[in-house]
């Protein structure tokens, strides 16, 4: 089955550098990359999603690139903001569902002030 | 929409009793999804249906778990009997066919003493 590796576990960059998430996944066949963020307390929030006939999308600060050839997808989060701080999911929707994803293990990003 | 609705919040229970978690889905989806998440495992899905049917319920981790959708507007996660090694937060989300995104719920943290 589909396996999504998630690094690094946890990053510390300083307000208004940038932060950048690596994920990879072991299914050729994934079609379907969303990103969470889950802040203390909530669920995770869909922030930006990515398909596999894309290489790159971008939503105001955050982008996601797809490199379906080596299997890896990064979200990049440009001119960090203290409310950025939060828990970072990626996901793969495996190529054999049709609605099922499976997670990466999180990424706790900290802005320092 | 008041997006997807679980409850308890926040539940303690003692280890045998039996502990219901309820989920109410987004108006309108047709796939609802049980998760449950531990720092040590991350998010594992658990169980999910399509239009009231069970379609994946290879996460569940033993027969002490059951899910159940009556209806499209209301779900629920047993568990009995209860054990420590249950404790987790325990997420519901919805989602529509063709859009991918999931909504999750805001959790219910069960802790079993």
């Known amino acids: 089955g589909e396996n999504v590796e998630q690094h690094p576990s946890t990053l510390s960059v300083q307000e208004g550098d940038s932060a950048v998430i690596k994920c990879t996944y072991s299914?050729?066949?994934?079609?379907?990359f969303p990103w969470y963020k889950q802040e203390l307390g909530k669920g995770p929030q869909l922030i930006i999603d990515?398909?596999?006939?894309?290489g790159e999308k971008k939503d105001q600060r955050i982008a996601v690139t797809l490199n379906k050839t080596a299997k890896h997808f990064s979200l990049h989060i440009t001119e960090t903001q203290p409310e950025d701080s939060a828990v970072y999911f990626c996901?793969?929707?495996?190529?054999?569902?049709?609605?099922?994803?499976?997670f990466g293990s999180g990424t706790r990003l900290s802005i320092r002030p | 929409d008041a997006g997807v609705i679980q409850s308890p919040r926040h539940e303690v229970t003692e280890m045998g009793q039996e502990v219901t978690l309820r989920c109410k889905p987004i108006?309108?989806?047709?796939?609802l999804f049980w998760y449950r998440q531990t720092m040590m495992r991350g998010l594992e899905l658990l169980i999910y249906?399509?239009?009231?049917?069970?379609?994946?319920d290879s996460g569940m981790p033993e027969d002490r778990f059951s899910a159940k959708m009556p209806n499209a507007s209301f779900s629920t996660l047993k568990i009995q009997p209860s054990e420590p090694r249950d404790s987790a937060v325990y997420f519901c989300?919805?989602?529509?066919?063709?859009?991918?995104?999931?909504?999750f719920g805001s959790g219910t943290r069960l802790t079993v003493v």
């Open positions: 990515i398909r596999s006939n894309v």
């Open positions: 249906f399509n239009n009231n049917v069970p379609i994946d």
């Open positions: 996901a793969a929707r495996p190529g054999s569902s049709a609605s099922k994803i499976i």
């Open positions: 299914d050729s066949a994934s079609n379907y």
């Open positions: 989300a919805s989602s529509l066919a063709g859009t991918a995104g999931y909504t």
């Open positions: 108006s309108g989806h047709d796939y």
